[in-house]
């Protein structure tokens, strides 16, 4: 949420250098980490990051994205959006991991997709009665879930299989690497320079260094409820903290006001956010196919 403040303050775009310095921050946390032995990944590897490259485009793409999205949308929207990355992700799954699956499988999901239609009516009613949605924003938004689903599942389809703080590790150092030159060939170094006001500003420089450590935080936070509860209290609690989630973004980031029958439309979606997860919960009992990422 807070990179939807400190990426264009003052109408200034600085979005590359904006991840760049949260995946900088999240390499520092990460190196603490081990060296404190809370957690354990391998050293970084030229081969190995090669091997990643197809992961981590998709992976720099998701940040990028959402951090546009965050830009050009009010903060409900964007996630009532991202929970209909799950949409892409489950026809992804199908048509990569599940082209053998019978009939009666296919029959007893479809819970999941009525879980969906109502996500998808509720997300695009939701945008159509707010009048702050542009089409840029709907773009990026819709970008971010086509990039986020196909991070998911190219982490499917690789070969080499890494930890979880592996992933972050090598996701970070790649990142910077990928999109430091691209920053400088847009311009965006020259810009942050030339804007004396905004370089100097103490507060944005915090800003981005929290939002790293944030972001740090939540893997490792992830990571420790999933190992303490398991993943079936997982999915549940993520379906349910996106209520405060979208009232909380919307009293702290929104300037504008939503009408009543905007809020119908968020609410609908998050409720078929919620029928989703406990669909996918009990199918994924029935059926291997239905191991999707939430």
Not at 165 to 194: A, C, D, Q, R
Not at 215 to 240: D, E, K, M
Request: proline share 3%.
């Amino acid at each position: 949420p807070l990179s939807s403040d400190t990426g264009n303050d003052d109408h200034i775009n600085v979005n590359m250098i904006l991840v760049i310095s949260q995946a900088l921050i999240t390499i520092i946390c990460v190196r603490f980490c081990k060296y404190m032995r809370l957690v354990d990944y391998p050293s970084f590897s030229v081969k190995t990051a090669h091997k990643w490259t197809a992961v981590n485009i998709w992976f720099c793409l998701m940040l990028y994205t959402g951090t546009c999205a965050l830009q050009l949308n009010s903060l409900p929207m964007v996630i009532i959006y991202r929970n209909l990355t799950n949409l892409l992700v489950t026809i992804g799954d199908y048509a990569l991991f599940a082209a053998d699956s019978s009939r009666e499988r296919v029959i007893e999901s479809w819970g999941i997709f009525i879980a969906f239609f109502i996500m998808l009516i509720g997300a695009i009613l939701a945008s159509y009665s707010d009048e702050s949605t542009s089409t840029w924003g709907m773009f990026w938004m819709i970008s971010n879930g086509i990039a986020t689903a196909a991070y998911i599942l190219s982490m499917k389809l690789q070969t080499v299989k890494l930890s979880k703080f592996g992933m972050v590790y090598y996701n970070h150092i790649m990142l910077i690497l990928w999109l430091f030159p691209l920053s400088i060939w847009k311009g965006e170094w020259t810009i942050l320079i030339k804007s004396p006001d905004l370089l100097h500003k103490l507060e944005y420089w915090l800003t981005m260094a929290f939002n790293g450590m944030i972001g740090f935080g939540l893997n490792f936070a992830s990571l420790q409820c999933v190992a303490a509860t398991g993943p079936t209290t997982y999915a549940i609690v993520g379906s349910f903290n996106k209520i405060p989630m979208v009232l909380l973004g919307y009293v702290w980031f929104e300037a504008t006001s939503y009408s009543i029958v905007t809020w119908v439309w968020i609410s609908l979606s998050l409720w078929g956010g919620f029928l989703y997860s406990y669909k996918k919960i009990t199918f994924r009992r029935k059926s291997p196919i239905a191991e999707i990422s939430s």
